[in-house]
């Protein structure tokens, strides 16, 4: 979503819950992260945040489920995955990119996707909203979590007295 093209959502987090789920790999990369989605979701006004840590990106599913479940009206899912020389890359990518998909898919519940899947170090660095960044993929994860709330919400048939 970054860069030319970019959507304007509407990301009013007025009542909402939201959990953040993220993995504890790449501390720098993961802080950015972090702090792009959290100024996001101060920004659109959410009433409550909460930050929940995984062990890594494989992880993100599960405990994404498990926030979708306990009633949390958007997950913001981030971590990052770096190439490495063995098909490790490839198998975590996909299965963490799947598995948040069928979380969305299976409860409802809007997935913000803010998993990184970079060749190296320096592109995840470039994408983490820190100082010298080129993009804040944490602050557009909640941005998607939130914009497609606002989508679901507006969804809802009006009922009988409505």
């Known amino acids: 979503m970054a860069g030319h093209g970019a959507p304007e959502l509407s990301t009013d987090g007025a009542g ?3 959990a953040v789920v993220a993995s504890l790999w790449h501390t720098e990369v993961m802080d950015g992260l972090i702090a792009g989605a959290q100024r996001a979701l101060a920004d659109a006004g959410v009433s409550e945040v909460t930050l929940v840590r995984v062990p890594g990106s494989f992880e ?3 405990a994404t489920q498990g926030a979708a479940v306990a ?3 958007a997950v913001v899912a981030l971590g990052v995955i770096i190439r490495g020389g063995t098909p490790h ?3 975590v990518s996909a299965a963490a990119t799947d598995g ?3 979380v969305a898919l299976d409860t409802g519940v809007p997935v913000g996707f803010g998993l990184l899947t970079c060749d190296d170090d320096q592109q995840a ?3 983490a909203g820190l100082p010298g960044s080129r993009e804040d ?3 557009e994860a909640a941005e998607a979590a939130l914009g497609l709330r606002a989508v679901l919400r507006s969804l ?3 009922g009988p007295l409505d």
């Open 89 to 91: 890359f490839e198998y």
């Open 60 to 62: 993100l599913p599960l």
């Open 156 to 158: 809802v048939a009006p």
């Open 125 to 127: 660095l470039d994408r």
């Open 137 to 139: 993929k944490g602050r």
């Open 100 to 102: 948040l998909n069928r």
């Open 16 to 18: 909402a819950r939201v």
């Open 71 to 73: 009633g949390y009206d």
